[in-house]
């Protein structure tokens, strides 16, 4: 049995989500998440740029708390490094796209999938190379759109606002023109805004969430290393961010619950 922590970073509040669900899903597990609020949003930033902002937290993870793996709970970050990381990090490392894009393909009738992500996840072509991957028995028509300014919404506590409504109805019209039967949310962020989502492309869409797939990879990827924690008590929750840590614990304990509080302050280099 392995007691160290699994580390987890985001951008800012999207890995929220993986972190609830890996909570709920492995409560007896330590937890150190990093919530890049000092430089986020990611999706427009150079991939280049992103890589380096991963190295750089996952460094810390490794190196300050000893963490046994780390999830990689940002889309943008997950294409943009995640193999880099594998080569540079001798801990397991999971990504978001994979287990997302998984479920999306078990759910789908019609073979008809979109994606929607930052700027920088659309546009590495992460989800498109993967699926192909993926769905090489039975090929599957995918649709992607990239969604600017959605994270700076759910990053302002605005998620259920008119104009993040009327963004959506532009933004999403490559998905409804598609009539895809399944919609992955390929950004962290996204399922805070799942019913605005949902009521532009409609009800009968399903919305597919990466988070709890991700939590499940974890969970299996401990079970076959053997690496869990013999917990007899809830496991400890660290969190971690480069911005306000007022601002990220007020917003942070109204999207994740009252587990998030005392958020310690780090000013990256």
């Known amino acids: 049995m392995d007691d160290r922590p699994i580390g987890m970073f985001d951008s800012g509040f999207g890995g929220l989500t993986v972190a609830r669900a890996l909570i709920d899903l492995l409560p007896g597990e330590d937890l150190v998440y990093i919530g890049d609020t000092g430089r986020y949003p990611y999706g427009p930033r150079a991939l280049?740029?992103?890589?380096?902002?991963a190295r750089q937290i996952t460094a810390k993870l490794v190196a300050e708390h000893d963490v046994k793996m780390v999830v990689v709970a940002c889309n943008t970050a997950a294409a943009a490094a995640?193999?880099?990381?594998r080569f540079e990090f001798d801990v397991p490392l999971v990504g978001v796209i994979e287990p997302g894009l998984r479920a999306a393909l078990k759910n789908t009738s019609s073979r008809r999938v979109g994606v929607i992500g930052t700027v920088g996840t659309i546009g590495s072509g992460a989800y498109q190379r993967a699926a192909a991957e993926l769905s090489r028995a039975r090929p599957v028509d995918l649709t992607c759109a990239a969604c600017p300014g959605f994270v700076e919404f759910v990053e302002r506590g605005e998620t259920g606002s008119d104009q993040v409504y009327v963004?959506?109805?532009?933004?999403?019209?490559?998905?409804?023109?598609?009539e895809v039967d399944t919609l992955l949310l390929g950004c962290t962020h996204y399922p805070f805004l799942a019913r605005t989502i949902s009521d532009v492309v409609g009800r009968d869409v399903v919305l597919v969430d990466s988070a709890d797939e991700t939590a499940f990879e974890v969970a299996s990827i401990l079970a076959d290393t053997g690496g869990g924690r013999r917990a007899t008590k809830e496991g400890t929750r660290?969190?971690?961010?480069s911005g306000d840590t007022a601002t990220f614990e007020r917003l942070g304990r109204r999207l994740l619950g009252p587990e998030l509080r005392d958020v310690q302050g780090w000013v990256p280099k």
């Open 48 to 53: 280049e740029e992103v890589a380096r902002f």
């Open 238 to 241: 660290t969190w971690i961010s």
């Open 167 to 178: 963004l959506a109805e532009r933004l999403l019209a490559p998905i409804r023109a598609a």
């Open 82 to 85: 995640l193999e880099l990381l």
